[in-house]
Each structure stands twice: as C-alpha cells, then as structure tokens.
C-alpha cells in the first residue's frame, strides 16, 4: 500500500482501527478511497480478507471496489472480502440462518413485479395503482422497521389503516410462499440479530470491521443492521468497530426512506466516534468546485464543510441553451466529436447526465446516428424496449427478407397464429436447405412437410411484408411516411396488442406513446436530410424503405455496447460515486432538475433534496462540465416553454452562455425547415 497516496486525514482514518469512524466530506475527496486504502491497512493489521465486510451502495459500485482492491492487496486476498451491498449481505446471512427465523434455506426473493402480483391477491385489488400504492406505503414502513402491528398503530388515516391491513395479509402470504421481498432482505437479518444471541455472537464475530460507503444514503434498518453486526460502544475490545463514510449534500434517496438522522444518531450512538472531516478535492478543477459549492451553498447545513482543489481553474463551466431536446442531442454529440477532436478524448471520458430516464432517449437517437457507441446506466435503453424491437424486427425485414431473428419476432409479435410448432417445422426445413426462413415460406417443397392453418398463417404473413416493402419503397416524406406507419400498425393491431399484454393501462398508454415517438422519428428522417454540395443545401426526402436501412445500420451498431470505450448515458442517481473527464449535465430546466411531477407541491425538503442531486451532477466532472438548459421542452406529447432551472442561476457563473457554432446553427435550421415543408405539403413526397 503506498501511504503516500494520502493526505494526513485520510491516514487518520485508515490507521484509525480501534474504534468507529466516520469520514464526513464534501464530494471527491477520497472518501472511497479511504475505504479500499482501510481494507488494505485491515489486512495487514492481522485480519483474514473474510472477516472485512465493505458494504457499497450498488452492485456495480462492490464490483468496482473489489477491483480497486485488487490493486493493492492482490487478487487472492481481493477474491475473499466480504464487498457487497446490504442486500446481498442480507441474502448471505438469511441462506446461512434464516431456518433460524423459520424460512426454508431456499426461499425465494420476490421482485418489484412479484410483489404486485402478491398484493393485488392480498387486497383484492384489480388495477396496479391501488397495489403500487400499498407497495410504496408498506415498503416505507418496512424500511423504518415497522412490522403489521407497527403500521397500524402508526397508520394516520383510514387509507393508511387499509394498508396496514394489507401488510398482515402480505406477510401471511410471504410466509407460506416461503417468500421474502426486497425490504425483508434488510428487515430479516436484524430481526435475526435483534432476537437470537448466537446469531448475533456469530456474525459479530464473523466481521473485524465493517466499511460503509456512501453512509448517507443508509436508512433507518440498514443503520440498524450495521450496529447489530458491529455492537454498540463500549469498553469491550470488539464492540464499533466500523468506519462510514459519507456525504449529507449528497443524500438523494430521502425519497425511497434514506434518512440523513444516521449521520446524527451516529455520535450520539457511539460517543467514541473519531469523526474525520476530508478538505481537499481530488477530482476537480476549481471552476467545477466553485459552481459545486456555490449551489449547495443555498441548502441549511448540518456539518460545515470546505474543499478546495489544487488543479487550478480548468476551462469554465459552459452553459449551452437549446432549442428542445433534439437540438440538445445533437449539440452534446458535437460536443463529444469536438473534445475527441481537440483533447484526444476517449468516449468513456464522457458522460452525458439528466434528472429521468425518458430524457436518454433523444441522445440514443442521436449518438446512434453519428455512430457513437455509449451504454445507458440506471436506466432501459429506448432501443431495448420490448415495443421498439418489436418495430425494428419489422423493419429489419423489410431491409433483409433473410435475417431470421427479425423474421421470428415479426411473426409472433403480435400474435398471429403462427405457433411454435409452424415455426419449427419451418426452421428444419429452412435449415436442411440451407435457405432463409422467409425464402422457404415459398419453397415448392414446403408443403411437404407443413400443411393447414399454419402454413397458411406464414403464407399471409409473408404477403404482408411483400405489400409492406413495396409500398415503404414508394413512399417519401414525413407526411406520407407517418401515415403509411400508422396505418400499418393499425392492420397489426399493435395497440390492442400492448392493451391486451398490459394490466395497467397506463403502461400500455406509456408503451403505446413510445411506438408513436418512434413512428415520428422515422417520420422525421424520411421528411428531409440535407445534402451539402459546394455550398449550397438541397433537401431530399427519403423513402420509408431507406430510412429502414439506416435504422438497420443504427441497431446493429447497438451490440458495440459491451465495448470499453463507450459513452454513459445516466441518470443522476445512478451516477453517484462515479466520475468522468467530461461530463454533460442535460436537461437543467425548472421542473426536469428540480423535478415536479403533474400535481406534486415541491416542499422545501423535495427541493433541497433535488438541489443535493444537482450537486452531485456537478461534482461527476474532473475536467470540463457542460451544463444545457432547453428553450422548448417534451411534456408527454406535448412542447411547453422551458424555464432553465434555478440551480443555473445558483451556480453563480460569470462566463457567458456558449452559443453555437453558427454554421452548425444554419444547417440545421435550413434541416427543420426542410423537414416542416414536406409535412406542409403532402403532395411534394409523391
Ligand atoms: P464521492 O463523494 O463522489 O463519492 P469520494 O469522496 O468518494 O467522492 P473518491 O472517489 O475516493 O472520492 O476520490 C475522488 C478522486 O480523487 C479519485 O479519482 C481518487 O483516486 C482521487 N484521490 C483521492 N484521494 C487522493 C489522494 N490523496 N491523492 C491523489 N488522488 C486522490
Ligand atoms: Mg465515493
């Protein structure tokens, strides 16, 4: 371990081993890095590689710290720390005792969905809404270690009353299934813990140490569960022997029950607590940092808290303004070209960050049509919805009859009575000729082996594709195009078909708007590219058949995404702990970042939280931060006049907004235009 990678507070805090310890700082100054430094110091200090347990907020994030690890202990001695998040602990401790609670060894652990399933049944409610509700309360409840009986004596009204009502019948369910959902995996072990001292004395034995990063996000039985491995304070020589650390500007999951009274309770819990302040950032130039503090400057404090950078000021924060979310796509994708450019980035140097995961979807357009390869993170990819590959497989077949994946979806999606058995029987034969299973739909030897219904399913369907093709082949214009789709959808019975697989309307409502964002974005593709020949803009419609194909170019590039040199696109929360070179904070306008839902009154407290997330998007860069506002922004299907976000105003910049390059702003203008012309006129596409 090489000491001189720390400054003297982060020594006091690794070599701090006797009693608990908690590292309070501002972001990116090495608090992470004090925790893999302190596993290292554990180590040489006697203890055995298992009996560390270093809890991390994600598992991406224990995957990354076992890495970091890695480098300064070994890989033997990486292999075997107990790095995980509290739920997998969770799991580990419940498989090794949870008999001793009555749950079978190989319980089964529930997902969000199941636990719908599981709810609906217990309230006898029909619509996801009611269920999603009595999710949401029971869960909160759970998670401030409220049982059934716990909840009704703390259930305020009668709606509150129903679902503690519920919650009894839940966990009646959970136990005879030999279930557990999500928040048991925290609930469980204490309880554990709590009731049964040999458990106790076991795992309290089991770890020397016990290092919680990110210690602000914690919640009210993670924190509890922390103590009861670790023991309270005393004079015994095991007892508190843990080191968090955190941040209170970055708590952003008070939402989901985090709850910044750990980070108070916690002196007065452990009265030998060594609370260690960290000043110095690492990560930042110092216009970042100056942009960093001045926001989170109008939050109240709980701890005062310095940082400074020795990096000097670095390039300043930009401020671009855009016109709506496509024109901030295409300005952050000129932006990453410019700094591969000019700086000699790397596409993993960038990360392009925004409030809701909606917001990805114009960048993936946009970065998929310039072949930037990137991975969303926190988040689906719009491309990876079931409804857009559903439309691409289509579409892919229209460009190339022989590309059998796209053949397979297209035919069972929706339904058309095309079962597995048509299908397999067409695949042999397909495959005994060495030909396509579109092209062996035609084959004068079929009939030999499939008679009936299901060739004459695969027969119609076939037709359909035929008819589809040529017309796509005929039809130009964004007008046209539109038209052509929809109509096409409605022979499919698409819609239905998303009703039909859908409980919830709402999400077959969500589903259905994303198909008609995608019919609009073709739309808009065959409405007009420009091409530029000494210097002059011609608009030229494409046809629905061409812009297939390029859409065909744009998907395939989407099996880049296990490259190493790729952008992230994130969402703020799943950027936390993170950083990157260069980073794009996208969508900074009033009600996207503060985010507002429909009816949602923003309280002081929801405020302040969404200022904390602001703050943490600001401290993700080391280099260069690009923060964009919209002029114009999506609200549903609608456009709505975009208000850039107080948070721009707090971060008290002097320098200008960069404004576009104006070539880059002529072309695209003559683009829309365009684009807007042929949509005007109907008859200019034929
Ligand atoms: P966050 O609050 O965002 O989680 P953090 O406090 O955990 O940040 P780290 O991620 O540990 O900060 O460190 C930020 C960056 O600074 C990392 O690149 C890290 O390697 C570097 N760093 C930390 N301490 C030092 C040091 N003493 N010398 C040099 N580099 C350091
Ligand atoms: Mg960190």
Redesign the pocket.
């Given at each position: 371990m090489s000491a001189a990678?720390?400054?003297p507070a982060?020594l006091e805090a690794v070599h701090h081993l006797a009693g608990p310890c908690l590292v309070l700082?501002?972001?990116?100054?090495?608090?992470?890095?004090?925790i893999t430094h302190k596993i290292a110091r554990l180590l040489q200090h006697g203890l055995e590689p298992r009996q560390i347990a270093a809890i991390t907020f994600t598992n991406k994030a224990a995957a990354e710290m076992r890495e970091r690890a890695k480098g300064l202990v070994g890989p033997r001695a990486a292999k075997d720390l107990a790095i995980s998040t509290f739920h997998a602990l969770g799991v580990r401790m419940l498989r090794a005792d949870g008999e001793r609670l009555g749950l079978k060894p190989s319980f089964s652990i529930l997902d969000s969905d199941d636990v719908l399933g599981v709810l609906r049944d217990a309230g006898g409610a029909t619509d996801n809404k009611q269920a999603r509700h009595w999710q949401w309360t029971i869960s909160l409840w759970k998670n401030q270690g409220l049982d059934a009986d716990g909840a009704e004596a703390a259930a305020r009204d009668d709606d509150e009353r129903v679902a503690a009502r519920i919650m009894r019948r839940y966990e009646e369910r959970l136990a005879a299934y030999q279930a557990v959902d999500f928040d048991d995996l925290i609930v469980l072990p204490l309880k554990l813990l709590e009731r049964d001292a040999e458990a106790r004395a076991k795992w309290q034995a089991a770890f020397g140490h016990v290092l919680v990063?990110?210690y602000q996000d914690t919640n009210a039985v993670q924190y509890e569960l922390m103590k009861a491995l670790v023991g309270t304070d005393g004079p015994r020589h095991r007892s508190g022997r843990f080191t968090a650390?955190g941040?209170d500007d970055?708590s952003i999951y008070g939402w989901r029950g985090a709850t910044i009274d750990n980070l108070k309770r916690l002196p007065r819990d452990y009265p030998s607590l060594r609370v260690i302040p960290?000043e110095?950032?690492?990560?930042s130039t110092g216009s970042i940092l100056r942009a960093a503090n001045a926001v989170i400057a109008h939050n109240p404090k709980l701890f005062e808290k310095k940082l400074w950078s020795e990096l000097g000021d670095g390039e300043p924060v930009r401020v671009i303004d855009c016109d709506g979310e496509e024109h901030e796509a295409e300005r952050a994708v000129t932006r990453i070209q410019a700094l591969r450019g000019q700086q000699g980035a790397r596409f993993a140097d960038v990360a392009v960050l925004y409030r809701a995961n909606h917001q990805a979807r114009a960048f993936e357009q946009k970065l998929r049509a310039a072949q930037i390869p990137y991975k969303v993170s926190g988040g689906q990819s719009w491309f990876d919805r079931a409804e857009i590959k559903d439309l691409c497989a289509w579409l892919r077949l229209l460009v190339n009859q022989d590309d059998d994946p796209a053949f397979l979806r297209a035919a069972t999606t929706p339904k058309r009575g095309i079962g597995h058995q048509t299908l397999a029987a067409l695949g042999e034969y397909a495959g005994k000729w060495r030909i396509s299973m579109f092209e062996a739909i035609f084959a004068p030897g079929l009939p030999g082996v499939l008679k009936g219904k299901g060739l004459d399913a695969l027969q119609h369907f076939a037709r359909e594709v035929n008819e589809l093709e040529h017309r796509a082949r005929h039809t130009a214009g964004a007008e046209d195009a539109k038209a052509l789709l929809l109509e096409w959808l409605k022979t499919l019975g698409y819609e239905q078909h998303l009703r039909d697989g859908e409980d919830s309307p709402k999400l077959a409502e969500a589903r259905w708007s994303n198909v008609l964002d995608f019919v609009d974005w073709i739309a808009r593709r065959c409405g007009g590219q420009l091409t530029q020949e000494a210097g002059t803009f011609e608009s030229e419609k494409l046809t629905v058949l061409d812009v297939a194909q390029t859409i065909s170019i744009i998907i395939s590039l989407a099996e880049r995404g296990d490259e190493q040199d790729v952008v992230t696109l994130s969402t703020l929360h799943a950027a936390?702990?993170?950083?990157w070179p260069h980073v794009v904070l996208a969508g900074v306008n009033e009600g996207l970042l503060p985010f507002r839902g429909a009816d949602e009154e923003m309280t002081a407290e929801r405020l302040e939280e969404e200022r904390r997330l602001m703050y943490?998007g600001i401290?993700?860069a080391q280099r260069t931060l690009t923060v964009s506002t919209l002029k114009r922004r999506k609200r549903g299907r609608e456009t709505v006049a975009g208000v850039p976000s107080r948070f721009v105003v707090e971060m008290k910049l002097d320098e200008a907004v960069v404004k576009e390059d104006p070539r880059e702003r002529l072309r695209r203008l003559r683009e829309e235009l365009a684009a807007r012309g042929a949509a005007a006129s109907p008859a200019a596409g034929r």
């Open positions: 990678s720390l400054n982060q700082a501002g972001a990116g100054s090495g608090k992470t890095r004090v990063d990110e650390v941040d970055q960290l110095q950032n690492y990560r936390k702990g993170l950083e943490v401290t993700r």
